[in-house]
């Protein structure tokens, strides 16, 4: 298990490092002023859209689709595709401009995994374009939500429509005004076995009787362009024809949605602890203090020695996971897609913790990636799933592989 990156992502990977260095770069401080600025609240800068007409152009687009989505994507391995979204990421909003971010790209794989011809003309097809973006709407306010048979935003059938009651919060990407559709989670069959009450419908983001309650602040952070919703659901009406391959088949489609996008988002920790790693060295490199540079200091060396170990554990560990999916399926890497989903946000904290010590008061301002990659890590460590959830399901998947 070398991991050696085929030809075509090698040159696939230099051509994306090229688009970064040209376009992305040397507009981080221009994107961060202009989204920061409470005037321009959920709008992106005029030449956001250009960037991804030319990523598009040049091919750097849809990438985050594995061979096994056929003609949907560019048909890369998962293994590939990881090194892809290393380079991506270090830049935290560079993922929209190649159409490979959160939650769009998990809803654009249900669509392709399980949705109908006519769901995926209608919305897979303009999410592929990059013409909308969507929301995926799970966690509601009132329940323990790390366990997803928990969710009580009840579907309820009438003729050739289901009505929707209920709340949902932390609904990325629905305040947005591109947002135009929503992937809603809701219990359908309250009379089934525990994981299969529940269903996964098709909402357009416009349909009446949804409600914006509130913006939710991410450590006092709306997170603009995209931003976390509180939504109410009253009496929403939605046509059968909206409901994603069957009643109680939402938990499926939950740990489903969840199969190449579990790798991907522990490659975009590796490339954004990388970036703070750099950023850490450079800085070392040229700040003085009591009379010597930083990087002359033993703590600050073993500090970017501690970062080095950590990401190349987890790049490593990822690509193991991809590989394994690539060769033997998601279940085979189950194993695997757990330890990333403890390991890679813990060590993106981590290291830009430590970035943010040798930075001093940089370190925790606009200036750098590295306070919304530290705050990103901790909230993942939530929002993708309590560090404890994953870890009790590595221990069962552990002692089940010993035979106990």
Same mark, same amino acid.
């Not at 006092?220 to 046509?239: C, I, Q, T, Y």
């Not at 489903?256 to 850490?280: D, K, S």
């Given at each position: 298990?070398?991991?050696?990156?085929?030809?075509?992502? #090698?040159?696939?990977?230099?051509?994306?490092?090229?688009?970064?260095?040209?376009?992305?770069?040397?507009?981080?401080?221009?994107?961060?002023?202009?989204?920061?600025?409470?005037?321009?609240?959920?709008? #992106?800068?005029?030449?956001?859209?250009?960037?991804?007409?030319?990523?598009?152009?040049?091919?750097?687009?849809?990438?985050?689709?594995?061979?096994?989505?056929?003609?949907?994507?560019?048909?890369?391995?998962? #293994?590939?595709?990881?090194?892809?979204?290393?380079?991506?990421?270090?830049?935290?909003?560079?993922?929209?401009?190649?159409?490979?971010?959160?939650?769009?790209?998990?809803?654009?794989?249900?669509?392709?995994?399980?949705?109908?011809?006519?769901?995926?003309?209608?919305?897979?097809?303009?999410?592929?374009?990059?013409?909308?973006?969507?929301?995926?709407?799970?966690? +509601?306010?009132? #329940?323990?939500?790390?366990?997803?048979?928990?969710?009580?935003?009840?579907?309820?059938?009438?003729?050739?429509?289901?009505?929707?009651?209920?709340?949902?919060?932390?609904?990325?990407?629905?305040?947005?005004?591109?947002?135009?559709?929503?992937?809603?989670?809701?219990?359908?069959?309250?009379?089934?076995?525990?994981?299969?009450?529940?269903?996964?419908?098709?909402?357009?983001?416009?349909?009446?009787?949804?409600?914006?309650?509130?913006?939710?602040?991410?450590?006092?952070?709306?997170?603009?362009?995209?931003?976390?919703?509180?939504?109410?659901?009253?009496?929403?009406?939605?046509?059968?024809?909206?409901?994603?391959?069957?009643?109680?088949?939402?938990?499926?489609?939950?740990?489903?949605?969840?199969?190449?996008?579990?790798?991907?988002?522990?490659?975009?920790?590796?490339?954004?602890?990388?970036?703070?790693?750099?950023?850490?060295?450079?800085?070392?490199?040229?700040?003085?203090?009591?009379?010597?540079?930083?990087?002359?200091?033993?703590?600050?060396?073993?500090?970017?020695?501690?970062?080095?170990?950590?990401?190349?554990?987890?790049?490593?560990?990822?690509? /193991?996971?991809?590989?394994?999916?690539?060769? +033997?399926?998601?279940?085979?890497?189950?194993?695997?897609?757990?330890?990333?989903?403890?390991?890679?946000?813990?060590?993106?904290?981590?290291?830009?913790?430590?970035?943010? /010590?040798?930075?001093?008061?940089?370190?925790?301002?606009?200036?750098?990636?590295?306070?919304?990659?530290?705050? /990103?890590?901790?909230?993942?460590?939530?929002?993708?799933?309590?560090?404890?959830?994953?870890?009790?399901?590595?221990?069962?998947?552990?002692?089940?592989?010993?035979?106990?």
């Amino acid at each position: 298990m070398g991991f050696q990156a085929s030809e075509r992502v #090698v040159a696939l990977n230099a051509q994306l490092e090229a688009f970064m260095q040209e376009h992305i770069y040397p507009r981080e401080h221009e994107w961060e002023a202009f989204t920061l600025d409470q005037n321009n609240r959920w709008q #992106v800068p005029d030449w956001f859209d250009v960037l991804r007409e030319k990523a598009k152009a040049e091919g750097l687009w849809n990438l985050f689709l594995p061979e096994e989505y056929g003609d949907w994507g560019p048909g890369l391995k998962n #293994v590939e595709i990881a090194r892809i979204f290393e380079t991506m990421s270090k830049v935290n909003w560079a993922q929209p401009i190649f159409n490979c971010n959160a939650p769009d790209r998990g809803n654009m794989e249900v669509l392709a995994k399980y949705g109908t011809a006519e769901q995926q003309e209608q919305w897979l097809k303009p999410l592929l374009a990059g013409d909308i973006r969507s929301a995926y709407a799970m966690t +509601e306010p009132q #329940v323990a939500s790390s366990d997803a048979t928990n969710m009580e935003l009840s579907m309820t059938r009438d003729g050739d429509e289901y009505v929707l009651n209920g709340r949902k919060w932390w609904t990325t990407g629905a305040i947005n005004p591109r947002c135009k559709l929503m992937l809603v989670m809701g219990k359908s069959n309250p009379e089934n076995d525990r994981h299969r009450q529940h269903s996964t419908i098709l909402v357009p983001r416009d349909t009446p009787g949804v409600t914006l309650v509130r913006e939710l602040r991410v450590f006092d952070n709306l997170h603009s362009p995209g931003g976390e919703a509180e939504l109410l659901f009253d009496n929403v009406r939605v046509p059968i024809s909206n409901l994603i391959k069957g009643e109680g088949c939402g938990f499926e489609i939950a740990q489903g949605r969840l199969g190449p996008g579990r790798f991907q988002y522990a490659m975009t920790f590796v490339g954004q602890a990388q970036r703070c790693m750099e950023l850490m060295c450079e800085r070392a490199s040229q700040r003085v203090a009591f009379g010597e540079k930083l990087i002359k200091k033993t703590s600050v060396q073993h500090e970017i020695a501690r970062c080095r170990c950590e990401i190349e554990q987890c790049r490593l560990l990822t690509l /193991q996971a991809a590989e394994i999916m690539d060769s +033997e399926g998601v279940e085979a890497a189950m194993p695997y897609i757990s330890m990333l989903k403890i390991v890679g946000p813990n060590m993106a904290q981590n290291v830009a913790d430590r970035a943010m /010590q040798v930075f001093g008061g940089m370190g925790v301002c606009q200036d750098t990636l590295i306070p919304s990659v530290f705050t /990103q890590a901790r909230f993942c460590r939530i929002a993708d799933g309590p560090d404890e959830v994953h870890m009790s399901k590595l221990a069962k998947l552990t002692m089940q592989s010993l035979g106990y």
